[in-house]
Nanobody, 121 residues
Framework: QVQLEESGGASVQAGGSLRLSCAASGDTSNTACMAWFRQGPGKEREGVAR???????IYVDSVKGRFTISQDNAKKTLYLQMNSLKPEDTGMYFCAADRVDWWLLPRYNYWGQGTQVTVSS
């Protein structure tokens, strides 16, 4: 089993920055691929960024150039640096992990509870 715990969500003004963290514990051999998803009000869960075991990152088009996914292997923590935030970035942000690379599809086996990001104009 893997436990994921997100933190770092907050309310910010448009143009601001936040850094989300996701701490992994348990059997982290199942966390070869990790990703961030978000779900806005009335919207489906959307893949935002993914990091594979080789450090390869992919992003949804709407966040390219603004968000950066990274990982501290020693701390078993995944990060999402979010800059130039926009109101449309508002939502609950979830961390996900799996042995399988699901890219930005919401098929990961392990999920955190989420952390809320609210961006006001």
């Amino acid at each position: 089993q893997v436990q994921l715990e997100e933190s770092g969500g907050a309310s910010v003004q448009a143009g601001g920055s936040l850094r989300l963290s996701c701490a992994a514990s348990g059997d982290t051999s199942n966390t070869a691929c990790m990703a961030w998803f978000r779900q806005g009000p009335g919207k489906e869960r959307e893949g935002v960024a993914r990091l594979d075991n080789d450090g390869g990152a992919i992003y949804v088009d709407s966040v390219k150039g603004r968000f950066t996914i990274s990982q501290d292997n020693a701390k078993k923590t995944l990060y999402l640096q979010m800059n130039s935030l926009k109101p449309e970035d508002t939502g609950m942000y979830f961390c996900a992990a799996d042995r399988v690379d699901w890219w930005l599809l919401p098929r990961y086996n392990y999920w955190g509870q989420g952390t809320q990001v609210t961006v006001s104009s």
